[in-house]
């Protein structure tokens, strides 16, 4: 395995680490499950507030959303597949933000 590939591994479970752990973390916090409808009240603090948390704990919403959505509604494989495929896309980048910041501060 080239070196390229583990770290790219190793963003991808980080970035879905990350995802998982804000959503819990807000989760405790509020007693609420974290939603994309936070953005829909409007321009507001909370809306503004929510941005960075959602850009983090989406890939965690995307798969939720997606699974909870197969299993209820029928959705069709191709759906949850492309779901999957942006939900791990959005992982990995926002795992590789995560590692170079870290490597910025000089973890």
């Known amino acids: 395995m080239t070196p390229e590939a583990l770290q790219n591994m190793l963003s991808l479970a980080l970035g879905f680490a990350m995802a998982g752990l804000f959503s819990s973390a807000y989760q405790l916090a509020t007693s609420k499950l974290p939603t994309f409808g936070m ?29 909870f959505g197969r299993q209820q509604e029928g959705r069709r494989f191709e759906f949850v597949f492309l779901a999957t495929i942006l939900a791990g896309f959005w992982s990995l980048m926002s795992g590789m933000v995560l590692s170079m910041t870290l490597r910025a501060a000089g973890f």
């Open 39 to 67: 953005l829909s009240t409007g321009p507001s603090p909370q809306a503004f507030a929510a941005v960075p948390l959602l850009m983090i704990a989406a890939p965690f919403l995307i798969m939720r959303n997606t699974l």
